[in-house]
């Protein structure tokens, strides 16, 4: 049976196999492993690409969160307003420091953060809020960023948006934005890594220093810290993937308009809800993600994954409904819009080397599933 994976990793090594080889020989010749010259070239290659004026590499996305939360004052008992529709790392990123999660609903359409939900959480002990960029698109920033009182900073989670711009602004201007570069991102690498990304100059040397045991000099400590740093393997394949990101988006872009196509007879019908794209937004797609309407989701992804079909559920629990994180008091019919979000979402394969062909044999497997 051909296979059509939910992210081919395969196709994407094939475009800069002979680069990442070379780039590794170098690395292996002058023992750069952690730091060193491809790490501080990729950090500026990639601030320059995201907007910002820095861009401090560190071990992995969650890293990332927890590093940009630290640098804006986020401490043991504030409380950090999150949605109740993420990545879970989102939510441990806010635990590992000691800080208590707030939750908020998303939006019912584009299933990001619900700016109003956002600032109705805010109470006297909040000290963060993070909108997260979900499925390749940007919350809006600027919806809370004028709104939020000055005590409570924007820590944005950017793990899955590399390369997305809402009116023209870009994760990590005027604020502070956490990436991920695990492999299956927009721009990934070939293990864990992440990014900080901001203009503020104060905050990207804290993060700098917290993420080296306090101090950028060897033995200096200024304040508590840890090791997330990156390593200089994968910023080679970084700095290689880069390179074709801005054409790997627009593939994808591509890819999820003839999806629209394909889908729209399913979606007349009422039988799928095609994924919305919030206004002023330059989508990335990092997910395709539509709704199955009166049908058993879980029945289709099983179908679709029987035929050889990589779909899968961005997530398949919300925040407050999973066993980690029901100390934290929410129950059932808190946040609704993720709930019912949650219960009916189903990701198609997306990546930029995916066929029309196979995007029909998607559509097709995925008509078949509904009408059972
Ligand atoms: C929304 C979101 N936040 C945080 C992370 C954490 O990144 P990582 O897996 O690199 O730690 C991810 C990705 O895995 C993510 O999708």
């Not at 909040?126 to 709104?147: I, M, S």
């Not at 939020?148 to 950017?158: G, N, S, T, Y």
């Not at 970084?238 to 729209?264: E, F, I, Q, T, V």
Request: with cysteine; aromatic share 6%; proline share 5%.
């Amino acid at each position: 049976m051909n296979r059509i994976p939910l992210v081919d990793l395969k196709a994407a090594h094939e475009e800069v196999a002979d680069e990442v080889r070379a780039g590794f020989e170098r690395i292996l010749a002058d023992t750069a492993f952690v730091g060193g010259e491809e790490v501080r070239c990729f950090e500026r290659e990639y601030a320059q690409f995201g907007g910002v004026a820095h861009c401090v590499g560190v071990a992995n996305g969650t890293d990332a969160v927890e590093l940009a939360l630290r640098a804006s004052g986020v401490g043991v008992g504030d409380e950090v307003v999150v949605p109740a529709n993420t990545f879970i790392a989102t939510v441990g990123a806010v635990a590992r420091i000691g800080a208590r999660p707030v939750l908020a609903d998303c939006l019912p359409d584009s299933h990001l953060l619900d700016p109003q939900a956002a600032l109705d959480a805010v109470g006297p002990a909040t000290r963060a809020v993070v909108p997260v960029h979900l499925y390749g698109q940007l919350a809006d920033v600027t919806a809370l960023t004028d709104r939020l009182p000055d005590r409570v900073r924007v820590v944005e989670d950017a793990a899955q948006c590399q390369g997305a711009t809402r009116d023209g602004r870009t994760p990590g201007s005027g604020s502070i934005a956490a990436t991920s570069f695990y492999p299956g991102k927009n721009l990934g690498a070939y293990g864990d890594a992440g990014a900080v990304l901001t203009d503020d100059e104060e905050r990207a040397g804290l993060v700098r220093a917290i993420a080296n045991h306090g101090g950028v000099a060897k033995y200096r400590h200024d304040v508590p810290g840890f090791n997330s740093r990156l390593d200089g393997l994968q910023a080679v394949v970084l700095r290689a993937k880069l390179s074709r990101l801005a054409d790997g988006n627009a593939a994808r872009r591509a890819a999820a308009a003839r999806y629209d196509a394909m889908l729209a007879d399913l979606a007349t019908a009422g039988r799928v809800v095609l994924p919305a794209t919030a206004p002023g937004n330059v989508h990335v797609w990092h997910l395709y993600v539509v709704q199955v309407a009166g049908a058993d989701r879980d029945d289709i992804v099983g179908k679709l994954n029987a035929e050889g079909i990589g779909a899968g559920v961005h997530y398949p629990a919300p925040v407050h409904l999973t066993p980690a994180y029901r100390q934290l008091g929410y129950g059932r019919g808190d946040f609704p819009n993720a709930e019912k979000a949650t219960d009916r979402i189903l990701s198609l394969p997306l990546y930029p080397q995916i066929t029309p062909d196979q995007q029909q044999r998607v559509v097709n497997t995925l008509a078949d599933a509904i009408r059972g």
